[in-house]
């Protein structure tokens, strides 16, 4: 039990930089699972259907999650398109928006409205970088003669290190990074450069999607190299890199496959219930498996990771400054979560597995619905 | 069309030299599809449950096959285990047996049987090579620390060149090859090292099967330049390189994944019914590509590809010497094929799918079930 040490550790609560809430009743399942994971603070992102292009609809989905879970801060975000405007840019910062994400067309879930052509966008990057307004990049190339779904991240990394040439002074996120070497080009940029990372990034490689539905997401998970050189930046302590899971909520139907004879599978895993769990754990394994030394995870690395570099970063405070305790208990993780009509039910990464660890205080419970 | 000039064409009957037709039920519904697929020659697979390790098992097994569908010829193979001794070998021999699988542990469907040390069978390869037997490699190491399903090939390279020094004379096939470096091991080593390759890897690479359950198999398909390396092999006229389907049935609950509540994917491909088809249509697909010239595929290497250079490395000859005729005409891949029991379901590759081609002659009938 190489982190046994941090039984009983109290934390910042947790944030989570990269969350999927979706809409309807998918976001009534969801949206309360936020804090069951242990995180107070998100950042959602804007692949609905159609995609969040307007200020007016970004304020509007965020009153939507207020009201299922007001116990959550809801950083908002467009989704970059031509309706988004340097004019829009002003608005948005004005009206408290955070970011502007940006998909490259046809990459993932709901991004057929991504974009297809960067330069069109610089009057609008020159804008966010004057508002000082996040840029969010899916950082992926679209499949193409030798690009696939394994170097789709490192051909984009050109486009990224120039655009930080262009805008110098633009916040750039690169969103859920799976390769040591977008982990490079992320350290070679400025500090207003940074990368999300997510739960099961630190679990995955290849191997493990190839065959298994419930661990297929875009970005796909990597080589072994990438795992170690994601795991081993998770803990270094550089404020650059920190948690964002990119949970990705499908109807379990989506992820069969099967159901509509297609044998298609959505991309995305579900964490949002365990972030916290799933994090720890991973780490706990890396340290068993000698990937990590159980040195080089400390309170402080951890509590950087999981929330407190991002909060800087995105320029953001916990108000409530809220705690969070981890504690070294087995637990089994629940099969899905299933909304009360019974329509619909979304499976958890690692269901059935063991997680050896849960979050706990007056405010944090696991969730307790189980299949 | 580039391929237009093949319209008509008559071709000795094809050969296909990596067949599953497993047992029971599942043997029933897929022996009729190999004459569908426009074969009257296979080599048939051993990895049954328990796997085939005795003269007899195969022997009956074939009795079976030919029962079911007395137009083909079967050429058995036992799977290589502690059990296949060298006097299994020299009983085998006499028993018209023509070679023997051998699969690495733990890599592929029903292979927990198989291979974790090379060395132990050394005196059977020596028994193999006196008595002029097949070794038929399926060659992938198990996943380690760096070794992935990406590289696995790649990284059983060294066993097979090792082999082939030990046992010159020993004939080898290194079964469905997918990559670049195999084809090229595989090159540099004698003419008594030869590969097989597959309909569904002329198609395919890792962007096919991520997120679709009916495009995974092992070895999963590579990079675009290992398709293209597969494809100029195909028709190089190299008689070191030849057909082998790999058709691999599942009941369509085990590509769903999602029928268990698991997620996980049974590997592998089912093309028996449109082997032939599927050869030259990916052929010309590639040429509409420009990643073959039409000029590179003629009739001779075409015939050798899908037979002849098989039948000679087997040393095997169709003694009806059938013929089949290739037609340029578009048909629909069906769904799948079902048991009259109503079930057995098993999805056909490319299901819904448009095919250029379809074979014909008094002999060969596409299939005509459909879902």
Redesign the interface.
């Known amino acids: 039990m190489p982190l046994e040490k941090f039984d009983g550790l109290e934390l910042s609560a947790p944030s989570d930089f990269h969350v999927h809430l979706r809409d309807g009743e998918m976001m009534r399942l969801v949206t309360p699972t936020i804090r069951q994971g242990g995180n107070n603070i998100v950042f959602v992102m804007p692949n609905l259907v159609p995609p969040i292009t307007t200020v007016q609809r970004a304020l509007d989905y965020q009153k939507q999650l207020q009201s299922i879970e007001p116990a959550v801060k809801y950083l908002m975000s467009l989704y970059l398109h031509p309706d988004v405007t340097p004019e829009v840019i002003r608005e948005a910062k004005k009206a408290g928006i955070a970011g502007v994400k940006s998909y490259p067309a046809g990459v993932t879930t709901n991004s057929s409205s991504g974009v297809v052509d960067y330069e069109q966008f610089y009057p609008v990057f020159k804008a966010m970088e004057e508002e000082d307004m996040i840029l969010n990049l899916h950082g992926e190339s679209p ?1 193409g ?2 690009i ?3 170097n789709a991240e490192e051909a984009f990394l050109p486009t990224l290190l120039d655009l930080h040439k262009r805008f110098p002074n633009l916040r750039i996120i690169l969103e859920h990074c799976t390769t040591a070497a977008a982990i490079e080009a992320v350290k070679e940029c400025g500090d207003n450069v940074a990368a999300t990372i997510t739960a099961h990034h630190l679990y995955l ?3 493990d ?8 997401c875009k970005p ?1 998970a990597k ?3 990438d795992k170690r050189a994601i795991l081993k930046i998770a803990v270094s302590g550089n404020p650059k890199f920190f948690f964002g899971s990119d949970s990705a909520p499908h109807p ?2 989506a ?5 509509s ?1 297609k ?5 995305g895993v579900f964490t949002q219930p365990y972030t916290t769990p799933y994090v720890v754990d991973a780490l706990e394994r890396a340290c068993e498996k000698r990937l990590l030394s159980e040195d080089q995870v400390t309170k402080e690395k951890l509590e950087g990771f999981l929330g407190g570099f991002g909060r800087a970063f995105y320029k953001v405070s916990d108000d409530r400054q809220e705690r969070m305790v981890l504690k070294k208990q087995k637990t089994i993780v629940a ?1 899905s979560i299933r909304a009360e009509s019974g329509n619909l039910e979304v ?1 958890n990464f690692r269901k059935g597995e063991e997680l050896g660890w849960t979050v706990a205080s007056s405010s944090y419970k696991l969730p307790t619905k189980s299949r």
Do not use: N, R, Y
Not at 209 to 216: I, Q, R, S, V
Not at 255 to 259: N, R
């Open positions: 499949s003669p030798d696939t779904v394994l490689t290849v191997d999607w190839a065959g298994d539905a419930f661990c297929f796909v080589l072994p190299k379990v139907e992820k069969h496959g099967g159901a004879g044998g298609k599978i959505a991309a099969e499976v």
